[in-house]
């Protein structure tokens, strides 16, 4: 039973594309987030929702948009795909309050 | 802002040697710290937290963190650390009433064998 799972689980793509990630989690929180860990294995909150509305928005390109659906997934579409956003993208779950927060997988991408 | 500092960021170590990982935050007031480990190609797993009470929490796997707020750190240790302790460790901090967790720069773990 995946708790945080996200696809696709790597993602290779051009300079220019528009891609998206999916993240899903079965564990019942009201919170999701979206983080990117670099080359250098550095992680940094990008965004985090909080039953569909946004609750944290670091400074990130606008080329950059989630979007909730509903409070079971967070997806990260990202335009007009650049060298320097290849990096590793985590999603992550909490119940508002908890403070625990459980990580997907992780998707790879790589832009080239 | 606040910040978490790990100043090991790579540490080699023998089977059965003792672990100590430095962790420092700058945050003055009420926080909460985690460890977490993440193993080659896996997603982050939480190690341990502490939010309040006892400052020495005790994790999974015979890892342990000892809280001592006069030199704001929250230092990971282990007594005698495995060839699967191979991961790269991070610690973060949460400030009270927030959910964004500020993450350190990782402490890469290489045990050998």
């Known amino acids: 039973d995946t708790a945080v799972s996200q696809t696709p689980k790597y993602l290779v793509t051009q300079m220019g594309n528009d891609k998206s990630i999916k993240c899903e989690q079965n564990?019942?929180?009201?919170?999701m987030y979206w983080y990117k860990q670099d080359s250098k294995k550095f992680l940094k909150i990008m965004f985090s929702?909080?039953?569909?509305?946004?609750?944290i928005n670091e400074t990130v390109p606008n080329r950059f948009s989630p979007k909730s659906p509903d409070k079971a997934h967070l997806n990260l579409h990202i335009n007009s795909l650049e060298l320097g956003d290849s990096a590793v993208y985590f999603c992550?779950?909490?119940?508002?309050?908890?403070?625990?927060?459980?990580f997907g997988p992780g998707t790879r991408l790589t832009v080239t | 802002a606040q910040s978490v500092s790990q100043h090991n960021h790579h540490v080699i170590l023998s089977e059965a040697a003792s672990l100590e990982l430095g962790c420092n935050y700058s945050?003055?007031?009420?926080?909460?710290l985690f460890w977490y480990v993440q193993y080659p190609g896996q997603h982050l797993q939480l190690l341990l937290k502490?939010?309040?009470?006892?400052?020495l929490v005790k994790g999974i796997k015979g890892f342990e963190a000892e809280f001592i707020k006069s030199k704001f750190s929250f230092n990971l240790r282990k007594p005698s650390v495995q060839w699967s302790d191979t991961a790269e460790y991070f610690c973060?901090?949460?400030?009270?009433?927030?959910?964004?967790?500020?993450f350190g720069t990782g402490t890469q773990l290489k045990v050998e064998l």
């Open positions: 992550a779950s909490s119940q508002y309050g908890d403070y625990e927060q459980y």
């Open positions: 564990l019942g929180h009201d919170t």
């Open positions: 929702y909080n039953n569909k509305e946004l609750i």
């Open positions: 945050y003055g007031g009420t926080v909460n």
């Open positions: 502490y939010f309040s009470g006892d400052p």
């Open positions: 973060a901090s949460l400030t009270g009433g927030g959910n964004k967790l500020t």
